[in-house]
């Protein structure tokens, strides 16, 4: 990525992944932003809804990196990695942590959760990769509902420190122009040790589930550049997972 972020800004959208996929299919180049105030239709992981009203950063990055196919876990990656060193910094708290597969915690409750997509071109390399985040920056208590009330916080909450979403994104943004350029010149090694520093994940117990279904249990041994986790069983036997969700007991 060279230069600047080129920074599209809106109030309300349905989502700024879908805009910045848009974008993407239309030739916009790399570095473009879609960021708005709020989505009415916010796309989460796994097809999930995600809740994005005024108060929260809503952001897309488009990027067009060298990299090979194998590459979007590795972007999300990377991104976790950049959002948690902004969060720690501005928000002066080192408890602000990875969860597999990419959420962010500060404690035992949600403050981002980051979406990447990726095309190919026609011949199989990467066109673009789309990552889209969500940092509830600024958001009552009363935002989530159900169980998402004892799983998600919003930063101001959780810390009692006021910054708003627009003095978030320019730090944000500063720390991943310096992630994306050390990721596209020396690859993933930086970047899997920072996450390997910063998450709440490897030894640890964990249930791993898949689709809300428990399909495995164990100690959580290790992260792949391919963003995947191994999880040795009770019974010794390791399983490497590339998709799902955790519990950590
Ligand atoms: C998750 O399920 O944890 C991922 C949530 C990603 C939400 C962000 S908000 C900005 C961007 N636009 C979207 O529609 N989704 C992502």
């Not at 720390?175 to 996450?195: F, R």
Request: glycine share 10%; aromatic share 6%.
């Amino acid at each position: 990525m060279d230069g600047c972020w080129q920074i599209e800004r809106h109030e309300e959208i349905d989502s700024t992944n879908r805009r910045a996929l848009e974008l993407a299919r239309a030739g916009a180049p790399s570095g473009t932003v879609v960021v708005a105030s709020r989505q009415t239709s916010g796309c989460g992981r796994r097809s999930r809804h995600w809740h994005s009203p005024a108060g929260g950063l809503w952001f897309s990055l488009l990027l067009r990196p060298n990299v090979a196919p194998e590459c979007t876990a590795a972007a999300s990656l990377m991104a976790g990695v950049s959002v948690v060193s902004t969060l720690r910094r501005l928000y002066r708290r080192n408890d602000i942590c990875l969860k597999w597969p990419n959420d962010i915690l500060i404690g035992e409750k949600k403050i981002v959760g980051i979406l990447a997509e990726m095309a190919l071109d026609a011949d199989g390399f990467v066109d673009f990769l789309v990552i889209g985040i969500g940092i509830n920056v600024d958001l009552p208590p009363d935002t989530w509902t159900g169980e998402l009330k004892d799983r998600a916080v919003s930063l101001r909450t959780a810390t009692g420190i006021v910054y708003t979403p627009d003095e978030v994104l320019r730090e944000a943004l500063t720390d991943m122009k310096i992630h994306v350029k050390d990721w596209e010149a020396n690859g993933m090694s930086k970047i899997l040790s920072a996450w390997l520093a910063m998450n709440n994940t490897i030894g640890r117990e964990v249930i791993v589930k898949d689709d809300g279904r428990v399909i495995w249990s164990g100690t959580a041994t290790a992260l792949s550049e391919d963003g995947s986790l191994t999880v040795r069983g009770e019974d010794g036997c390791i399983q490497t997972f590339s998709f799902g969700e955790i519990s950590i007991r």
